[in-house]
């Protein structure tokens, strides 16, 4: 099982990106899949996470109404389409996934992990 996340970039604040994390494995896409995002010297933090067949989701406070996440199972892609982008959203983005069924915020949760990719918003 792995994940590959991608789409980072830099991108004036005020901006949008869309990030991307690629799936293997049949089963594996309809695992709960997460975004969290970290920067240096701090722990990783919860940004939006989806149920298995996409029909619920959940942000965190800081994203909410900026940020959406989707998936699509056929593909085993799940996104973040980031719009109205912050400098305070500078990070690395990791893309997660858990076989459990409950909408969790905690990294622990999450069993696969992708190799994270850099987004950098200047003010």
């Known amino acids: 099982v792995q994940l590959q996340a991608s789409g980072g970039g830099l991108v004036q604040a005020g901006g949008s990106l869309k990030l991307s994390c690629v799936g293997s494995?049949?089963?594996?896409?309809?695992?709960?899949k997460a975004w969290f995002r970290q920067l240096r010297g701090k722990e990783r933090e919860f940004v939006a996470v989806i149920s298995g067949h996409g029909r619920n989701a959940d942000y965190a406070d800081s994203v909410k109404g900026r940020f959406t996440i989707s998936r699509d199972n056929a593909e085993n892609t799940v996104w973040l389409q980031m719009n109205s982008l912050k400098p305070e959203d500078t990070a690395v983005y990791y893309c997660?996934?858990?076989?459990?069924?409950?909408?969790?915020?905690?990294?622990?949760?999450?069993?696969?992990w992708g190799q994270g990719t850099l987004v950098t918003s200047p003010a």
């Open positions: 997660a996934a858990s076989r459990e069924f409950s909408l969790s915020n905690n990294p622990s949760d999450y069993t696969y």
């Open positions: 494995g049949r089963t594996f896409s309809m695992y709960t």
